[in-house]
């Protein structure tokens, strides 16, 4: 059953941790994505990766980091550095080169801040 | 810049049809989607349109691009209480980032 899958589906972590966020996928993609979901917003991209062993920061990438050392898995880690965590987070893949770059998604990791 | 806006919210009746409106700046853009969120899940893909055709329909759905007026919109022919969720659209930018701008969605609420 292929798929993006994302764990834990909630998470809670005291201010000043830090916390790692997984991803995996099984679909053979070539890129992965992560994004943060605000209520009443839509995504905003963090980093993505087109390549194992490389990836590029987005748009809001301070405060978090990634490793993509597979192709199938590119955790996200959310530092203490990050001012304001809580939110829920998406990761997504996509095959390069197949013309529409169409993006699927996984089922988000809900992030809290005690 | 990379910009795409939506209205907040759309309300109908059940049976009637939802038309979905999403505007763009990017004239760059390749491909143009619709996703789907239901409360607190992922995005589900709709369908999606290339920039350079006009209109696509899928079953219920029917996207329609006016790349004049950069100008995007989904409708959903009779539609049901089941399709209440959250509609974001998104441009993808041609540069070698495949990334996608979103918009910040549309409430659906479908009334009985």
């Not at chain 1, 990836?55 to 959310?78: N, W």
């Not at chain 1, 080169?97 to 988000?108: A, C, L, V």
């Not at chain 2, 209205?7 to 996703?35: H, K």
């Amino acid at each position: 059953d292929g798929g993006i899958t994302q764990s834990p589906k909630y998470l809670f972590r005291k201010e000043g941790q830090n916390v790692t966020l997984s991803c995996e996928q099984n679909l053979n993609h070539d890129a992965m994505y992560w994004y943060r979901q605000d209520p009443g917003q839509g995504l905003r991209l963090i980093y993505y990766s087109q390549i194992v062993n490389d990836f590029q920061k987005g748009d809001i990438a301070e405060g978090y980091s990634v490793s993509r050392e597979k192709k199938e898995s590119f955790p996200l880690t959310v530092t203490s550095a990050q001012k304001n965590p809580t939110a829920f987070y998406l990761c997504a893949s996509s095959m390069v080169g197949s013309g529409t770059d169409t993006q699927y998604f996984g089922p988000g990791t809900r992030l809290t801040v005690l | 810049g990379e910009d795409v806006e939506q209205s907040l919210f759309l309300s109908v009746r059940e049976g009637d049809s939802s038309v979905i409106n999403c505007t763009y700046t990017d004239s760059s853009s390749t491909y143009l989607y619709w996703y789907k969120q239901e409360p607190g899940a992922g995005l589900q893909l709709l369908t999606y349109i290339f920039s350079n055709m006009d209109m696509k329909q899928d079953q219920r759905l029917t996207v329609l691009l006016n790349k004049k007026d950069k100008h995007l919109s989904l409708r959903i022919a009779d539609t049901q209480t089941g399709d209440s969720a959250i509609y974001f659209c998104a441009e993808s930018i041609m540069d070698s980032s495949y990334k996608l701008i979103f918009g910040s969605g549309t409430r659906l609420l479908v009334r009985p």
